[in-house]
Nanobody
Framework: QAQLVESGGGLVPPGGSLRLSCAASGFPFDNYAIAWFRQAPGKEREEVSCITHRGGSTRYADSVKGRFTISRDSATKMAYLQMNSLNPEDTGIYYC????????????WGPGTLVTVSS
């Protein structure tokens, strides 16, 4: 049974940093792309970043380019989202997802972790 579990969310002041982690199990990790989505209050869900299987390619939403970095580790079946220079617009629930490609509605979703950027 496929499972994704996020961790690392919390409250951070504007300008701060957080690193989100995603533990994957129950599916062939190396064959799946990993994407991070977020759901902000009152806004549409959006893809923040995606990394292809084996880490060959990455993409980022324009709003986070230059501030966020996605990565993955095949040995530990973990994925990460390093978030720097956070601002209040980054507040939301962040979800780790997995599918064979980077796509709009991935097959597997974690329960999410809340990130709040506030002073």
């Amino acid at each position: 049974q496929a499972q994704l579990v996020e961790s690392g969310g919390g409250l951070v002041p504007p300008g701060g940093s957080l690193r989100l982690s995603c533990a994957a199990s129950g599916f062939p990790f190396d064959n799946y792309a990993i994407a991070w989505f977020r759901q902000a209050p009152g806004k549409e869900r959006e893809e923040v970043s995606c990394i292809t299987h084996r880490g060959g390619s990455t993409r980022y939403a324009d709003s986070v380019k230059g501030r966020f970095t996605i990565s993955r580790d095949s040995a530990t079946k973990m994925a990460y989202l390093q978030m720097n220079s956070l601002n209040p617009e980054d507040t939301g629930i962040y979800y780790c997802t997995a599918d064979h490609t980077c796509r709009e509605n991935p097959r597997y979703w974690g329960p999410g972790t809340l990130v709040t950027v506030s002073s």
